[in-house]
Nanobody
Framework: QVQVVESGGGLVQAGGSLRLSCAASGSIFSVNDMGWYRQAPGKERELVAVISRGGNTNYADSVKGRFTISRDNAKRMVFLQMSSLKPEDTAVYYC??????????????WGQGTQVTVSS
C-alpha cells in the first residue's frame, strides 16, 4: 500500500499565503519526482510545480515567482508555499509522488486533493 495525504488548504484573501504539505507513506521506496497539480471547476488538471529527488524544480508560468516547492527526502514529504495568491489560483490541489514499490514498475501515486479558495 502507498498513502499520499495532503493538508494545508483553506480559504484565504487575495494577496495572502498558504502552505500545502504532502506526505507519502507505506510500501513505497526510491521516491523520485514529487509535485503538485491543480484543477479548477470547469478546467482541466494542470501541473503547478514539480521537484526532483535532487532538488531541481519546474513551475507553471502562472505561478512562477509566487509559489515555491520544496521537499524533505528523509520524511518523504513535499511542500508548496503559495504567496501573493490570486482568485484564479482557486482550485483543488493534488499532490503526486512518483516512485517504486517492490516488484512494481515506477508509478505515480496521488493524494485525495485539498481545496484552496482565494477570495477577491
Amino acid at each position: 500500500q502507498v498513502q499520499v495525504v495532503e493538508s494545508g488548504g483553506g480559504l484565504v484573501q487575495a494577496g495572502g499565503s498558504l502552505r500545502l504539505s504532502c506526505a507519502a507513506s507505506g510500501s513505497i521506496f526510491s521516491v523520485n519526482d514529487m509535485g503538485w497539480y491543480r484543477q479548477a471547476p470547469g478546467k482541466e488538471r494542470e501541473l503547478v510545480a514539480v521537484i526532483s529527488r535532487g532538488g531541481n524544480t519546474n513551475y507553471a508560468d502562472s505561478v512562477k515567482g509566487r509559489f515555491t516547492i520544496s521537499r524533505d527526502n528523509a520524511k518523504r514529504m513535499v511542500f508548496l508555499q503559495m504567496s501573493s495568491l490570486k482568485p484564479e489560483d482557486t482550485a483543488v490541489y493534488y499532490c503526486y509522488v512518483r516512485g517504486r514499490r517492490l516488484g512494481v514498475p515506477e508509478s505515480n501515486y496521488w493524494g485525495q486533493g485539498t481545496q484552496v479558495t482565494v477570495s477577491s
